[in-house]
Structures are given as C-alpha cells and as structure tokens.
T-cell receptor, first 115, second 118 residues
Framework: DGGITQSPKYLFRKEGQNVTLSCEQNLNHDAMYWYRQDPGQGLRLIYYSQIVNDFQKGDIAEGYSVSREKKESFPLTVTSAQKNPTAFYLCASSIAGGANQETQYFGPGTRLLVL | AQKITQTQPGMFVQEKEAVTLDCTYDTSDPSYGLFWYKQPSSGEMIFLIY??????QNATEGRYSLNFQKARKSANLVISASQLGDSAMYFCAMLSNAGGTSYGKLTFGQGTILTVHP
C-alpha cells in the first residue's frame, strides 16, 4: 500500500533536548512538507522540500531543522531553540510541489509533548 | 496575503440530512486551488475534494460537493446524506503560488467541528 508513515505516534521531549520526527513516503512524490497544528487551530507550514538535497523555510521555521537526503524521507528535528514545541506535527507530500492543483496527502501525525 | 475564513466553529446535523460548511477566501492570485480536508479524532488529514479557480463546474466526489462562487470568494462544502462517521473537524485550504514563488503554499482555515446526531 502506498502512503505516508510518521513515527513515533507520541514523543516526549525534555527541556533543552533535540528530538527528531520521522516521515517516510512510498508514493514516489518529489515534494514533502512539515506542518504544525496547535489545539483548535489550522495547520501552519514549517518547512518544505521540492527535491532531494533542497528545502525551504515555511512560515514558522524558527527552532526547527530538516534534511532531505533521500526522496522518500524528510525528517524534522525540533531543537532546543523551539520554546513552545508542544503540538501535533503532520508530514505531507505531493507529486511535484509547484502547481495549484496538486493535492497534498498527509501522514497520521506525531504528537510532541514537553516534560 | 492569502487567507481562509471558516466562520462556523461547530455544526450539528441529523443523520441522513445534508449539511453545508462555509469557507471564504482571500487572495490576489488569479490562479489557485481550493481543498477540503477531514480530520477525525485520530488526527490524520484526509483529502476530500478539490476545486480549481478556473474550473467552470462545481466539484463533486461521492457525497461531497463544493459550492464554488468565485465572485463572492466562497467555497462551501456540502455533505449529503450525513453519516455518523462524518463527525470530525473539517478544514478548508487554499493552494496558490503566493507572489510568484516556485511552490504551492497550502493555507488552512481554523476548521469547523461537525457532529452528526443519530
């Protein structure tokens, strides 16, 4: 089955700790995205990547970092510089990331909580 | 700037009846796409329906249809014959090449919680 997987489902972070959220897709999509969702809110774009070894900041990139070494994988690191990391994180992908009719498909999400 | 407004924080509907979820948008881009997603309590975002800004006809996907009124900048989702499994949060979103950048930025509204009563 083609789709997007995210792990872990729940993640706990201690103060000052960096944590990495995994996102893998087997849809053969070029573009991948990371969004953050706070309770009762819509999604906000953190980072996106249209091609391997290239990525761009979204609206709320501060305190986050990403890498795109493989087409299938787009991990997100929440660094200690992110002062309010508690949120639901969703990864998405689309075919190429450049057209207005491209549907973005989402993974199941990771809930990050700060201890 | 792109903006999506969903004015209904919560909606209730009786099973088997139809319901309309409102969405208005604001953009200066002539070319854009409008999407509706469903988010059940599990959290996953499920794509429902798409409408392009140049599409002449309203989009339909099974029990979902999109009432697209371009002049009024509205893109309301109509769910016919509601089912208990339709209870979820629904998000309207817009995709546009904001300001000529090379990617499509998906902008989301605040969402509407739909509750279907038996």
């Amino acid at each position: 089955d083609g789709g997007i997987t995210q792990s872990p489902k729940y993640l706990f972070r201690k103060e000052g700790q960096n944590v990495t959220l995994s996102c893998e897709q087997n849809l053969n999509h070029d573009a991948m995205y990371w969004y953050r969702q706070d309770p009762g809110q819509g999604l906000r774009l953190i980072y996106y990547s249209q091609i391997v070894n290239d990525f761009q900041k979204g609206d709320i990139a501060e305190g986050y970092s990403v890498s795109r070494e493989k087409k299938e994988s787009f991990p997100l690191t929440v660094t200690s510089a992110q002062k309010n990391p508690t949120a639901f994180y969703l990864c998405a992908s689309s075919i190429a990331g450049g057209a207005n009719q491209e549907t973005q498909y989402f993974g199941p999400g990771t809930r990050l909580l700060v201890l | 700037a792109q903006k999506i407004t969903q004015t209904q924080p919560g909606m209730f509907v009786q099973e088997k009846e139809a319901v309309t979820l409102d969405c208005t948008y604001d953009t200066s881009d002539p070319s854009y796409g409008l999407f509706w997603y469903k988010q059940p309590s599990s959290g996953e975002m499920i794509f429902l329906i798409y409408q392009g800004s140049y599409d002449q006809q309203n989009a339909t996907e099974g029990r979902y249809s999109l009432n697209f009124q371009k002049a009024r900048k509205s893109a309301n989702l109509v769910i016919s014959a509601s089912q208990l499994g339709d209870s979820a949060m629904y998000f309207c979103a817009m995709l546009s090449n904001a300001g000529g950048t090379s990617y499509g930025k998906l902008t989301f509204g605040q969402g509407t919680i739909l509750t279907v009563h038996p």
